[in-house]
């Protein structure tokens, strides 16, 4: 499991939708960002199936998790994929 996930502020936040994060996490570590927004989609339509939806405030809160002690251009990076993600809930 990420360090990321163990904080304690996402305790609330359903097991399975912290699995299916986990899930996508790993998937991407690897890849470009060009590779990234096909496993996004992919990753939205399956949750979408599952009826694992994410509210806002479940999305900030792990955003925030995830952006403690990076770097500022890690920073950015998890900023450009939440404008991403926020792009494909829109539709």
């Known amino acids: ?6 904080d304690p502020s996402l305790s609330g936040i359903d097991p399975a939708k912290l699995a299916m994060l986990q899930s996508f996490a790993s998937q ?21 199936k599952k009826g694992l939806q994410f509210t806002q405030s479940e999305i900030d809160m792990i955003i925030n998790v995830m952006k403690a002690g990076k770097s500022p251009q890690d920073i950015a990076k998890i ?5 991403l993600m926020k792009m ?4």
């Open 79 to 83: 900023d450009k994929m939440a404008a």
């Open 88 to 91: 494909m809930q829109q539709r």
């Open 28 to 48: 991407g570590a690897n890849k470009s960002q060009n590779d990234i927004l096909p496993l996004l989609m992919t990753a939205a339509a399956s949750s979408k």
């Open 1 to 6: 499991m990420q360090d990321w996930m163990k």
